[in-house]
């Protein structure tokens, strides 16, 4: 009797223990395409992760997300992707979670790490399977989480996540600008989106199960069907806790005789710099190649001119390319759409249909920029409250030596990475203002250069740019230049008017500022009017502004507009002036360099000499005299106003 006693518990002992299992790492890594860091960073991860003794303990779902440049990964799925930022609060790239927590940068996750978690365990287990139609256009996805365990799983409002993944996707080319060409388990749609589904409010009893069935859409923009994976886990919403996670690996596809596939070899010519930014032909080009077994009768190409928005055409080729033949298809000559342009091209259907392998025929962008020989417009008033940091300034080219040595950057940015609390824009009247990074040490010596399409002058008499900036220095001693340049030949050659550098172009005297870069407060800004007389009565001249470090602070750029130029009066004794002009809604306006609240007396007299009642608001610009006023017709006015001591005298034209 005792015999039996002991063998039923000895088959309890081993029943009890096998019902824990071991607990999958589930690293969500957030990374981009175009993160330099990102770059220097993941190999380290991957090499880490896949060394023969990790075999088997981990997953990863890769979140591609959409700063701090382009990524189409990010561009195909961009809702679902910001949601899981959200989640996590991540504010930087790459930034890893393990099991639904927060470790920071790849290198946090060592060989240590590896083998404390792994030999975690948990009573969650998860089953998942999925298949793809015989037509490519869905994916079926089954599977169960239990508790296999004889204990409660403790917790609140678990939720089940299913996550469809391309096992990897191997680019020709970088798709972004940091080199990298392969991606791995990138997250592509989110069966459930991105709060899951809810599986149990409260603990997840012994023996427990919740089957799953999904039947989704394949997304179209999934660039090969046969490396589609599938990655469940199951949370908990509040605290994150990831306890389990399991794969379905991808699988063969489906022996469908009507599936094609092409590939693409670029013959296209775009504009370069050496024909000038005036040459904007573009001719779309393209040898293809039939990488199927049976003929090709038909294939789509469509063309897409990236600017502030996308741009697109198809073009459609006929004819019959035998299995391994190869043909060219010229496309002809179209104008390329002025301003920053990305040109990328990309099959839409092979006879039909998809082709089932995007990537051998994408025609990754080529960035340029083009612009009329001939003003897009006489007016420019930009406050950059409508550009995002992953935009262009409408109608610019932007230039730099460095990555991300200059960018548009928003109240939302500065407030969540240096603490402040202040708007961002000029006076802190707004929020997006841009950025030139003279403080980073990699950046010394190099330059940024933020350049327009050409401007209509020919009704401009006397034009002008005004412009508020703010700049600091952090020794005293740095000499940052920040220069505007004009060009009457489609920027083939450019002349200088107007240049500050080091102390002359502070606006922040303070320093010693041990926090980089600085915050610019309402003191901080400055407005600048610069003559350009050269390009008075020119339609088709432009202008660009140059920024060149040597690691001083930060230089702040916002609001830049065309004015008329009508006046100036200066005085030499203290070097006071005071300048008129007409901004391009007909709105005049005095600057000066006279200290705020000491010019009084503002007079206007018309050109008989008789005085002009016109509505005037003093506005102060740094600690300086800023006047705008309402001319009740098109005419020339002499202003006259004083300080204590001295006259200012200057003459204005208004036209209406």
């Known amino acids: 009797m005792k015999n039996i006693y002991l063998l039923l518990f000895m088959f309890i002992s081993l029943g009890l223990s096998g019902q824990l299992i071991p607990k999958k790492i589930l690293f969500e890594h957030f990374t981009q395409a175009s993160c330099g860091p990102c770059a220097a960073q993941n190999p380290g991860f991957h090499a880490l992760i896949d060394q023969p003794i990790n075999d088997g303990k981990w997953l990863t779902l890769k979140y591609q997300v959409s700063w701090p440049g382009y990524d189409p990964m990010n561009e195909q799925n961009p809702t679902e992707i910001a949601s899981r930022v959200t989640y996590y609060n991540v504010t930087g790239v790459p930034t890893i979670v393990g099991n639904g927590k ?166 296209s010519e775009v504009p370069s710099l050496a ?119 409408p109608h610019t080219l932007e230039i730099e030596q460095a990555y991300n040595f200059m960018l548009p950057f928003s109240t939302a940015q500065m407030n969540a990475q240096f603490g402040s609390t202040t708007r961002a824009g000029a006076y802190e009247e707004s929020d997006v203002l841009f950025w030139f990074l003279f403080w980073q040490v990699a950046y010394k010596g190099q330059q940024g250069i933020l350049m327009y399409e050409n401007l209509d002058f020919s009704t401009n008499t006397a034009p002008g740019l005004q412009f508020d900036y703010a700049y600091g220095q952090i020794l005293g001693t740095e000499n940052d230049q920040f220069i505007v340049e004009t060009s009457v030949d489609c920027g083939k050659t450019w002349k200088q008017v ?66 008329t130029i009508t006046g100036t009066n200066d005085t030499k004794s203290d070097n006071y002036k005071m300048t008129a002009g007409m901004d391009a809604f007909g709105t005049g306006f005095i600057e000066t360099n006279i200290p705020a609240g000491e010019l009084k007396n503002i007079t206007f007299y018309n050109a008989n000499g008789a005085i002009v009642n016109m509505p005037t608001k003093r506005i102060n610009i740094g600690g300086f005299d800023y006047f705008e006023f309402e001319a009740p017709q098109s005419g020339v006015y002499m202003i006259n106003g004083n300080t204590s001591n001295q006259l200012f005298s200057t003459k204005v034209i208004i036209t209406k």
Request: proline share 6%; aromatic share 8%; charged share 20%.
């Open 102 to 267: 927060s470790l920071g940068q790849p290198g946090a996750v060592t060989q240590t790490y590896m083998n404390t978690e792994s030999a975690k365990t948990t009573g969650i287990k998860i089953t998942v399977d999925h298949n793809i139609t015989f037509n490519l256009d869905s994916v079926y996805i089954t599977g169960v989480v239990e508790n296999v365990n004889t204990a409660s799983v403790t917790g609140s409002d678990f939720r089940l996540h299913v996550a469809l993944v391309e096992h990897l996707i191997a680019f020709n080319d970088p798709p972004g600008n940091n080199g990298e060409t392969e991606f791995r388990d990138v997250v592509r749609k989110l069966a459930y989106g991105p709060d899951g589904s809810p599986l149990s409010s409260g603990a997840i009893t012994p023996g427990k199960k919740f089957p799953f069935t999904i039947a989704m859409a394949m997304p179209d923009y999934i660039y090969d069907p046969s490396n589609i994976a599938v990655i469940a886990f199951v949370q908990t919403k509040v605290n994150k806790t990831v306890h389990q996670s399991e794969i379905s690996l991808p699988k063969a596809l489906p022996n469908n005789p009507n599936f094609r596939d092409i590939s693409l070899a670029d013959l």
């Open 275 to 393: 024909k000038g930014f005036c040459a904007n032909d573009v001719n779309p080009k393209v040898e293809i190649t039939n990488q199927s077994k049976a003929d090709v009768n038909e294939v789509v190409i469509r063309t897409t001119f990236d600017g502030i928005g996308p741009i697109t055409k198809d073009y459609t080729w006929t004819g019959t390319l035998a299995p391994g033949a190869t043909t060219e298809f010229d496309m002809g000559i179209t104008k390329a759409p002025g301003g920053t342009q990305t040109f990328s091209m990309q099959v839409v259907s092979v006879n039909g249909s998809r082709d089932i392998n995007l990537l051998n025929n994408i025609i990754p962008g080529t960035t340029f920029f083009t612009m009329d020989s001939k003003g897009y417009s006489k007016v420019l008033n930009e406050d950059l409250e409508n550009v995002t940091s992953a935009q262009f300034i």
């Open 498 to 563: 107007w240049k500050k550098t080091g102390k002359a172009l502070t606006t922040k005297t303070d320093l010693g500022n041990t926090t980089l870069p600085f915050v610019p407060l309402k003191e901080h800004w400055k407005t600048e009017t610069v003559p350009m007389p050269a390009l008075a009565g020119i339609d088709g001249a432009t202008f660009r502004f140059r920024g060149v470090s040597a690691n001083g602070d930060a230089l702040y750029l916002d609001n830049i507009k065309l004015v």
